[in-house]
């Protein structure tokens, strides 16, 4: 079963586009499942500096809609480097995994707010506080992002989490988290594969799921362990795929976006 056409229908996010009512950067239903697939895709630009993002983008203008820029692009490059990405059309996940005081994150949400992008991520582990803050934070800007809580880090295992205290499973924790976030206002998560099913029971078909951890069929596992193939991910209950390397290092990145968009399209 796929969410699409259960989702709700955001307003299209451009840099002049009239403010939402509500922040979600939900899929937007499309009759074209290959358009659909186009709008669910999101592609991880991690890559050191501008440039490099520029050639990536001249390669995937054509295929491509979403694009992820995180904390290293963002950290070389500055804020300036969204706005080339948003004159070409494109949407934008800013993934800075926010965690700090209640007013400096809400601070940090203003700030994001004002460049553009349609996701922010943030840590569920700063506490229900922090997420209220950062929710009210968007109140009376003209370009909400939504909001995406990053539960438990797919790097920290059960070995990880005791060595910070905690003695719950990373299943539980995420859960906890989860619904601690739900119960802030908080509708979007970011997920491993393994969570998806138990966070979309959690969420409903309105919530927001951004799933990396994507590997076509066959495909380099790299540093992944968690991972779907696009379909299995959607069908999973994943309303936004998150795919780095397995387009950006092919030799065509282009062709290996196509062939992971006919891949979601056959799905939905
Ligand atoms: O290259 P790859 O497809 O593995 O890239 C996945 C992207 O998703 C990277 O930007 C990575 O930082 C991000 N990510 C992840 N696992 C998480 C959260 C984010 O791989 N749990």
């Not at 692009?73 to 080339?84: E, N, R, S």
């Not at 939504?146 to 880090?153: F, G, I, P």
């Not at 990373?170 to 138990?198: H, K, N, T, W, Y």
């Not at 540093?223 to 030799?251: C, E, H, N, W, Y």
Request: hydrophobic share 45%.
């Amino acid at each position: 079963m796929s969410y699409d056409s259960s989702m709700p229908t955001p307003a299209t996010h451009r840099p002049t586009a009239p403010a939402p009512p509500q922040p979600t950067a939900g899929p937007q239903p499309a009759a074209d499942p290959r358009e659909a697939a186009r709008q669910r895709l999101i592609v991880a630009l991690d890559v050191p500096d501008a440039g490099a993002a520029s050639v990536l983008l001249d390669r995937l203008d054509d295929t491509c809609s979403w694009f992820k820029v995180g904390l290293e692009l963002f950290i070389a490059a500055g804020p300036a480097v969204l706005d080339p990405i948003l004159r070409r059309g494109h949407r934008i996940f800013l993934d800075l995994k926010l965690h700090d005081i209640p007013n400096t994150v809400a601070g940090a949400v203003r700030s994001a707010a004002s460049l553009g992008v349609d996701m922010l991520t943030l840590h569920a582990a700063g506490g229900p506080a922090v997420l209220s803050a950062a929710r009210e934070a968007l109140a009376g800007t003209s370009h909400p992002p939504e909001l995406l809580a990053v539960t438990v880090l797919t790097s920290l295992d059960a070995a990880q989490l005791g060595a910070i205290g905690i003695g719950r499973s990373p299943a539980d924790q995420v859960e906890l988290l989860a619904r601690m976030g739900l119960a802030a206002g908080i509708r979007g998560f970011v997920c491993s594969p393994q969570e998806v099913g138990a966070l979309r029971a959690l969420t409903g078909p309105t919530g927001t799921l951004v799933i990396p951890g994507i590997r076509p069929a066959g495909g380099s596992l790299g540093d992944q362990k968690r991972i779907a193939t696009p379909a299995q991910a959607l069908q999973m209950g994943a309303s936004f795929l998150v795919v780095g390397r397995p387009i950006t290092q092919a030799p065509d990145p282009a062709k290996a976006a196509e062939a992971i968009l006919e891949e979601m399209a056959a799905v939905l």
